[in-house]
C-alpha cells in the first residue's frame, strides 16, 4: 500500500509564500491525479486543489485560483503546491490525496499552515 506524506508547512505572514510537497512512498497508478485539501479549526475538509497524472490538468477552488499552483515530479513520486499571498484564511492543516477526482484513495496525514496577519 502506497501512503503519502505531507511537508512544508509553518507559520507565515500574510503575504508570504509556502511550498507544500506531498511525497508518496511509491509509484502510483498513472490514472491518479493528486489532491490537495485543507482543513481550517472548527470547519470541514474543503477542496484546495488538484493536478492530473500527466500535469496537463489542474483545477483549484476559487478561493485560491490565481494564487495556488499544483505541480508534480512524476519520477520521484512528488506532487508540489505553491502558495502565493497568502492570507489568514489559508489557515488550516493541509492534506494531499490520491485517486480519482470524485473518488480519492489515499491520503496524507497532513501538515499545518499557519498564516497571521
Known amino acids: 500500500q502506497v501512503s503519502l506524506v505531507e511537508s512544508g508547512g509553518g507559520l507565515v505572514q500574510a503575504g508570504d509564500s509556502l511550498r507544500l510537497s506531498c511525497t508518496a512512498s511509491g509509484r502510483l497508478p498513472n490514472r491518479y491525479s493528486t489532491g490537495w485539501f485543507r482543513q481550517a479549526p472548527g470547519k470541514e475538509r474543503t477542496f484546495v486543489g488538484a493536478?492530473?497524472?500527466?500535469?496537463?490538468?489542474?483545477y483549484y477552488s476559487d478561493s485560491v485560483k490565481g494564487r495556488f499552483t499544483a505541480s508534480r515530479d512524476n519520477a520521484n513520486n512528488l506532487v508540489y503546491l505553491q502558495m502565493n499571498s497568502l492570507k489568514p484564511e489559508d489557515t488550516g492543516v493541509y492534506y494531499c490525496?490520491?485517486?480519482?477526482?470524485?473518488?480519492?484513495?489515499?491520503w496524507g496525514q497532513g501538515t499545518q499552515v499557519t498564516v497571521s496577519s
Open positions: 493536478i492530473s497524472w500527466s500535469g496537463n490538468a489542474t
Open positions: 490525496a490520491a485517486g480519482g477526482l470524485n473518488s480519492w484513495r489515499l
